[in-house]
């Protein structure tokens, strides 16, 4: 699999750039409980979804995406340094994440569960080269459990139901996944 020149450009290394973490926080006080709720919810275990919820997860994620573009939107046309913040800040999973929940028609806890469970399963993926997103990592620099999760396959950590229905609607997953991850991990 061949990355473009921009994503090794853009490469995002030995950091493992985590949905909520690309856009920094305000403060360092407010740094500590975005970074603890962020590292705890990738730590969980897989949750099962269904294929209806996989769909639903399509069309969350795409929504947040349609959201960072708006605010990335209002951002370039702010005129005032309060007007750029509330627009970044826009861009954040926090705020990003209750649309997304609505447009998959799934109540936020379920809609955040789902998503952090694949975005798990993706991001290693991607990380593993399985699937064509920005993310890379060195794995000689990685952490010990950073290379267990390496080595292992993320689908088969899931139900068993929860994998089939993966693996019959992974390309249109992957992909929104990939649109996602892609814009907000890469600013694309």
Do not use: C
Request: no cysteine; glycine share 6%; proline share 6%.
């Amino acid at each position: 699999m061949s990355r473009s020149p921009l994503a090794r450009a853009l490469r995002v290394g030995a950091l493992l750039v985590l949905p909520g973490l690309a856009a920094a926080p305000t403060s360092a006080a407010s740094a500590a409980p975005a970074a603890a709720t962020t590292l705890a919810g990738a730590a969980q275990a897989p949750v099962a979804f269904t294929a209806a919820e996989l769909a639903a997860y399509e069309r969350g994620i795409a929504r947040e995406a349609a959201l960072v573009q708006e605010a990335r939107a209002r951002g370039r046309a702010a005129r005032t340094p309060a007007e750029r913040s509330a627009a970044a800040q826009a861009e954040w999973d926090a705020a990003t994440i209750p649309g997304g929940a609505q447009a998959a028609g799934l109540s936020v806890a379920r809609y955040r569960q789902v998503r952090a469970t694949l975005h798990r399963v993706l991001s290693t993926l991607d990380f593993q080269g399985k699937i064509d997103g920005p993310q890379e990592i060195d794995p000689s620099a990685a952490s010990p459990e950073m290379k267990r999760r390496l080595a292992a396959d993320p689908i088969a950590e899931l139900a068993p139901a929860s994998a089939a229905a993966l693996r019959a609607r992974m390309d249109g997953v992957a992909r929104a996944y990939i649109a996602y991850m892609t814009l907000v991990a890469v600013n694309g």
